[in-house]
């Protein structure tokens, strides 16, 4: 009878331990491909980056940056295009092909994760969102201009 407990808490015990390794193992975050710089796609079609990821990829990249939020409350440097988010695909004209890298970014990150699902559907394979919009720019330290 004791050797049937025993086995019962080793395997009780191999069990655990195996759940903690797997809660502990990275995700998979290349489970939806990646675009051309190497950033993970979201279930959605577009990758999502932080303010400093951003920061780096500005330095590097050639991005297409586009202030979606609406009213105009403020923009980064480089912004290329100022399109409303629901209004993105009446402007698809406006913007680069769909293989080329698009940066989207309002104020909160609410409106340009609506505006890249529409270019993601669109078929644009390189839309990038930036979490967190210029709020997050702002906080990290990072310059906002307020043009007129």
């Known amino acids: ?12 015990l191999l069990l655990v331990m195996a759940l903690a390794v797997a809660a502990c193992a990275p995700t998979d975050t290349g489970r939806y491909g990646t675009n051309s710089l190497g ?47 629901n209004e993105i695909a009446d402007h698809l004209d406006a ?3 769909r293989d080329e890298p698009i940066v989207l970014y309002c104020r909160s990150g609410a409106m340009s994760t609506s505006a890249a699902r529409v270019l993601a559907d669109q078929g644009y394979t390189e839309v990038i969102e930036l979490n967190g919009g210029f709020i997050a720019w702002r906080a990290a330290g990072y310059e906002l201009l307020h043009t007129p």
């Open 1 to 12: 009878m004791f050797v049937n407990k025993k086995r019962w808490l080793i395997g009780g």
């Open 39 to 85: 950033l993970a796609r979201n279930a959605h079609g577009y990758a999502d980056i932080d303010v400093h990821e951003l920061a780096a990829l500005l330095e590097d990249d050639d991005l297409f940056l586009v202030n979606v939020h609406i009213p105009y409350e403020g923009e980064l440097a480089q912004t290329d295009a100022f399109i409303p988010y």
């Open 95 to 97: 913007l680069p092909a």
